[in-house]
């Protein structure tokens, strides 16, 4: 792993070559886990204090009706991390459906037959519903391979706002670095979401995804 104050000198160096602020991302995955909040933070201090664009209040209004920004404002009112995020960028890598990724994992999970309580509870785990703490390893490690992804980095992403997610935010926080660009064709259909509650009756299904018995 690279030293963070490297990282953040190279990430400098980047944006004054640009002439713009490059994606911290991959800057964020080089380092340590234990010292990525830390450098988020400081590129998050660095950009508060830089010059701002002139305002362009035609853009500024467009984008807040943008996918990505609907993703932000879910991840941080919401209590399953970066969920709302994460998966959509994974599905959309994936080329995958969401309705193709609920069949396969309620197949994976053994239970094809309660395939609406998992594309229920996927919905929940999409918007930001779903508890991250209830949503079991098993879960997650199916989940992680048909996305392509790993279960630790599956249960990171649910629990990365940490603290940080508590009151309303008055200032952005490192979740630009993480927020991804929707390919609008593997969407659902407006209209298609299911109800955000599960109340058919608890089963293995439930215990699952919330970490609840009856």
Known sequence: ?????????????????????????PFLDRAAPEHRRALARRIDEHLMAAPRRAWDPVAF????????MRDIVTSVRGASGLWPAVLP??????????????????????VPDREEKVRTYYHQMEHGLLEDEGVSDTVLE?????????LN??????????????????????LYARTAIHDLSYA??????????????????????T???P
Request: proline share 11%; no cysteine; charged share 25%.
């Open 1 to 25: 792993m690279t030293h963070p104050d490297r990282l953040f000198s190279e990430y400098l160096s980047a944006s004054e070559a640009a002439g713009a602020p490059p994606d911290p991302q």
């Open 61 to 68: 209004e467009a984008a807040l009706g943008s996918p990505v």
């Open 89 to 110: 960028r994974l599905r959309n890598a994936a080329r995958l459906r969401r309705q193709e990724v609920v069949t396969r994992l309620a197949a994976e999970l053994g």
């Open 142 to 150: 199916k989940l992680a391979g048909i996305l392509g992804s790993s």
């Open 153 to 174: 980095a599956l249960r990171e992403a649910g629990r990365a706002l940490g603290d940080a997610a508590a009151p309303e935010p008055t200032s952005g926080g490192p």
């Open 188 to 209: 659902a259909s407006p209209g298609t979401e299911p109800p955000p509650s599960v109340d058919d009756g608890w089963d293995e299904v439930d215990e699952l995804f």
């Open 211 to 213: 970490g609840r018995r």
